[in-house]
């Protein structure tokens, strides 16, 4: 079983930077696809950003490309997720995401991933 913790999520002005973090425990994660996705109030779930493995593209939502950057590191079994020039509408609840062997075609769509982290609230706000 793998457990997925997020934090670093918390209140920013706009144009602001965050810092996410996902700890995995229970497996390596070096052979997991790691995606993060938002939820915003009233709203659906949304891709931001999502890598099948290490040394693999990371591919990102278009609302958050040029400001968000993902990057993972193995040997701590972590992925990041860096907010940088944040806005009003990247305030949600972010959500970490894995599962193993996924398809390119798939890394987008959340009901392909077989775990999932209690998310971390990020909230960007004059």
């Known amino acids: 079983q793998v457990q997925l913790v997020e934090s670093g999520g918390g209140f920013v002005q706009p144009g602001g930077s965050l810092r996410l973090s996902c700890v995995a425990s229970?497996?390596?994660?070096?052979?997991?696809?790691m995606a993060w996705f938002r939820r915003a109030p009233g709203k659906e779930r949304e891709f931001v950003a999502a890598?099948?493995?290490?040394?693999?593209?990371?591919y990102y939502a278009d609302s958050v490309k040029g400001r968000f950057t993902f990057s993972r590191d193995n040997a701590k079994n972590t992925v990041y997720l860096q907010l940088d020039t944040l806005k009003p509408d990247d305030t949600a609840v972010y959500y970490c995401?894995?599962?193993?062997?996924?398809?390119?075609?798939?890394?987008?769509?959340?009901?392909?991933?077989?775990?999932w982290g209690q998310g971390t609230q990020v909230t960007v706000s004059s």
């Open positions: 229970g497996r390596s994660m070096r052979d997991y696809a």
């Open positions: 995401a894995a599962k193993r062997g996924l398809i390119l075609s798939s890394v987008r769509f959340g009901e392909r991933y077989d775990y």
């Open positions: 890598n099948r493995r290490s040394g693999d593209a990371t």
